[in-house]
């Protein structure tokens, strides 16, 4: 069954850095899609970056507020999906869930980022910024 398991979450200071990791199992990484969502007390569930299924940076795309502070990346050989944070804020205050789906990755994106959807979600990783 599929598994996705993060790590890297975190307390960090304003204008700091994260790195997230998700360790893939169960499925076949390279056909699969992958983004990060992330949800903050209070507030729904937002998507922020998606890859296609090859992991091509070209295929990314992003929630516009993170749009050149954040990088997804995919590494078909380790089965692990990557987030690198940068220039973090306080609203980036969230739980963040590493997702999964087998399709079209544009059909997953039809209406925007913030709400791309998944068929698979992590638990999750805390980050917080102060």
């Known amino acids: 069954h599929v598994q996705l398991v993060e790590s890297g979450g975190g307390l960090v200071q304003s204008v700091g850095s994260l790195s997230l990791s998700c360790a893939a199992s169960g499925f076949l990484f390279s056909t699969y899609y992958m983004g990060w969502s992330r949800q903050a007390p209070g507030k729904e569930r937002e998507g922020v970056a998606v890859i296609d299924s090859d992991g091509s940076d070209d295929s990314a795309v992003y929630l516009e507020s993170v749009k050149g502070r954040f990088t997804i990346s995919k590494d078909n050989a380790k089965n692990t999906l990557y987030l690198q944070m940068n220039s973090l804020k306080p609203e980036d205050t969230a739980m963040y869930y590493c997702?999964?789906?087998?399709?079209?990755?544009?059909?997953?994106?039809?209406?925007?980022?913030?709400?791309?959807?998944?068929?698979?979600w992590g638990q999750g990783t805390q980050v917080t910024v102060s």
């Open positions: 997702a999964a789906d087998y399709g079209s990755m544009h059909w997953a994106v039809r209406g925007g980022v913030r709400r791309a959807d998944f068929g698979y």
